[in-house]
């Protein structure tokens, strides 16, 4: 059945994949010449991998979603038969993971969690592990005070031990390593958190019930969403990945089964065949030094699916949360570590021993940010060859180049527009997003964000991957999570070369075929608004605007649960001043 099922997708992908190609291929004007329709056909075939898979893992999932009765059974074994009452009869270790985090957060969101678990009545088979990184002397001193307070205050209710590390070799990965030589010995599994994580006490009791009654399970990824935030960017954010992650998990766990993703925080680690079985190797850089892994997590799922061991994702929202960058700055870091680090990938490639969708993961995630270079380079060819034709004509047939268009922007898009649907046609998740008008609104606005977005991700990956091919690097340092507004210098600093490269291209489509101007707005829009989309969504008036007509709003923040209402977020607090001031205003 599971043969079967990766069958079908391969057929589909494949099939997808050469239909797009074909409709280019009959979209190109004869006058473009070989060369040039050669050049744009291996441009769009980099693209179409991310584009086709995520068509068809969000179109499967989708239909199982709304057709199902009971979607989970479909695609996790014991997870439908396994419910909330088994005992807990496994020693779990939680480990939060950080490096140069302010306590305070860490402090408020370790509390709320630790006093769940307590709640759950199994505390005894717990203990919390605060595994730092630090390097800043100050907050180094900031932490001892303050986790070593929480293990004096928690000692009768639920173990806590603290760490910090004198360096980080090995970056997080190294830091789980550390854990495991020195405690992994002492627990059957580990629950991973980043700085930026919050799960209740049951949803971690459901991942540890899960591996219990499935011994063969190595890694086990719950599906994380974001935490509902004041900042303007985040909400845009994290409500398209909200509605898209939905989908796409549901459809790729549905053929991925037993070789699903590992995204490195919000999972269950069964400890032994990980110590044994996932030490990370070193990897050459641009100039063939050794170095450590940065995107640790996959090559971490695919040594573990090596051993022979499961590593699946429960692909429905189960109360695991974490906090998105509260700007686009702050988000390009992030995306730019993750680029540098899949791109590691490729020296994995040919690794001895991986099953073939492994290095089919590989691959795809290697392919997620090589792509963005290949788009680059099919806009500007495609804007050159427009600008050099003596007609449009003469280089793209109309009616089919705009089919080509549209297939391939709703090919992209898909995942979120099936989430939307997947809302839309329940009226109570309507209800928990607040309702259908508001909704519509809301991922509206979405879908204009992305679409602007895109580019702009685009570009940021081909400036990077063209300094790593000289020498440059990332690193892993850390990230500002406090809302904070982007100073217009700082934003023209960082995006002149996105307006640049917009503003060029227009004008080139303007002097030449000025008709055409409307479709190549599609992806130059979002490189010439790049400084003011970075300052706008970064200004706390647009967020507080946002929140007022309740637009971009996450269930959570519609309808807290209690669970967060511990974390006392600012988001809450805003809701509640807003609520009291129109109360005032009427009376």
């Known amino acids: 059945m599971l043969a079967g099922r990766r069958i079908l997708f391969?057929?589909?992908?494949?099939?997808?994949?050469?239909?797009?190609?074909?409709?280019?291929?009959?979209?190109?004007?004869?006058?473009v010449g070989a060369w040039g329709t050669c050049a744009l056909l291996v441009l769009f075939a980099i693209t179409l991998p991310w584009t086709v898979v995520g068509f068809w893992n969000s179109m499967i999932g989708f239909l199982i979603n709304v057709l199902a009765r009971d979607p989970l059974s479909l695609v996790l074994p014991h997870g439908a038969r396994t419910g909330t009452t088994e005992p807990?009869?496994?020693?779990?270790?939680?480990?939060?993971?950080?490096?140069?985090?302010?306590?305070?957060?860490?402090?408020?969101?370790?509390?709320?969690?630790?006093?769940?678990?307590?709640?759950?009545?199994f505390a005894q088979q717990l203990h919390i592990y605060v595994l730092s990184d630090t390097d800043d002397a100050l907050i180094g001193t900031q932490e001892e005070q303050c986790f070593n307070a929480m293990a004096v205050r928690w000692q009768d209710r639920l173990a806590l031990t603290y760490r910090r590390r004198s360096d980080n070799q090995g970056y997080k990965a190294g830091n789980i390593a550390d854990f495991c030589s020195r405690w992994g010995h002492l627990h059957d599994f580990v629950i991973t958190l980043d700085a930026d994580s919050f799960m209740t006490g049951q949803a971690i009791l459901r991942l540890v019930r899960l591996m219990q009654a499935n011994p063969s399970l190595g890694i086990l990824q719950g599906l994380v969403v974001g935490l509902p935030s004041t900042s303007g960017f985040t909400r845009l954010f994290q409500f398209g990945m909200r509605l898209g992650m939905r989908p796409y998990t549901m459809g790729s766990a549905w053929w991925l089964a037993d070789c699903g993703p590992y995204w490195g925080h919000n999972a269950a680690i069964r400890i032994k065949p990980f110590i044994e079985h996932c030490k990370l190797p070193l990897l050459p850089d641009a100039k063939g030094s050794p170095r450590h892994i940065l995107s640790h997590d996959q090559v971490e799922a695919v040594?573990?699916?090596?051993?022979?061991?499961?590593?699946?994702?429960?692909?429905?929202?189960?109360?695991?949360?974490?906090?998105?960058?509260?700007?686009?700055?702050?988000?390009?870091?992030?995306?730019?570590?993750?680029?540098?680090?899949?791109?590691?990938?490729?020296?994995?490639?040919?690794?001895?021993?991986?099953?073939?969708?492994?290095?089919?993961?590989?691959?795809?995630?290697?392919?997620?940010?090589?792509?963005?270079?290949?788009?680059?380079?099919?806009?500007?060819?495609?804007?050159?060859?427009?600008?050099a034709a003596p007609a449009p004509s003469a280089f793209m047939h109309g009616p089919l180049g705009i089919t080509l268009l549209t297939t391939t922007l709703l090919m992209w898009y898909l995942p979120k527009i099936a989430g939307a649907l997947e809302v839309l046609l329940r009226p109570k998740e309507r209800e928990r997003f607040g309702g259908g008008?508001?909704?519509?609104?809301?991922?509206?606005?979405?879908?204009?964000?992305?679409?602007?977005?895109?580019?702009?991700?685009?570009?940021?990956?081909?400036?990077?991957?063209?300094?790593?091919?000289?020498?440059?690097?990332?690193?892993?340092?850390?990230?500002?999570?406090?809302?904070?507004?982007?100073?217009?210098?700082?934003?023209?600093?960082?995006?002149?070369?996105?307006?640049?490269?917009?503003?060029?291209?227009?004008?080139?489509?303007?002097?030449?075929?000025?008709?055409?101007?409307?479709?190549?707005?599609?992806?130059?829009?979002?490189?010439?608004?790049?400084?003011?989309?970075?300052?706008?969504?970064?200004?706390?008036?647009?967020?507080?605007?946002?929140?007022?007509?309740?637009?971009?709003s996450l269930p959570e923040e519609i309808s807290p649960p209690l669970a967060l209402k511990a974390l006392d977020l600012a988001v809450a607090r805003y809701r509640a001043t807003f609520k009291a001031d129109r109360h005032h205003d009427k009376s």
């Open 303 to 387: 040594l573990m699916r090596r051993a022979g061991f499961d590593v699946r994702v429960i692909p429905q929202e189960d109360e695991s949360w974490e906090e998105n960058p509260p700007t686009l700055i702050e988000y390009i870091r992030r995306d730019l570590r993750w680029c540098e680090g899949n791109l590691q990938y490729i020296h994995l490639l040919t690794m001895p021993g991986l099953k073939f969708l492994s290095r089919y993961q590989l691959c795809i995630a290697i392919l997620m940010f090589l792509s963005s270079p290949a788009w680059i380079a099919l806009i500007l060819l495609s804007i050159g060859l427009l600008c």
């Open 88 to 121: 807990i009869t496994s020693s779990t270790a939680v480990v939060l993971c950080i490096r140069n985090e302010t306590p305070t957060r860490l402090e408020r969101n370790l509390e709320a969690m630790m006093k769940g678990l307590v709640a759950t009545g």
């Open 10 to 31: 391969g057929l589909l992908a494949t099939l997808s994949f050469a239909a797009m190609l074909g409709l280019m291929k009959a979209a190109l004007s004869i006058e």
């Open 437 to 552: 008008l508001r909704f519509t609104i809301s991922f509206s606005l979405e879908m204009v964000f992305s679409l602007l977005m895109t580019p702009i991700t685009w570009l940021n990956h081909t400036i990077f991957i063209i300094g790593l091919v000289f020498g440059k690097k990332s690193g892993w340092t850390g990230q500002a999570r406090d809302d904070h507004s982007v100073p217009l210098l700082i934003a023209m600093r960082q995006f002149w070369p996105h307006t640049l490269l917009g503003m060029s291209l227009t004008v080139a489509v303007w002097l030449t075929h000025p008709g055409n101007l409307s479709y190549a707005m599609i992806m130059l829009a979002g490189l010439l608004l790049s400084i003011p989309i970075a300052v706008v969504t970064s200004w706390p008036s647009f967020g507080r605007l946002l929140m007022r007509w309740q637009l971009v």
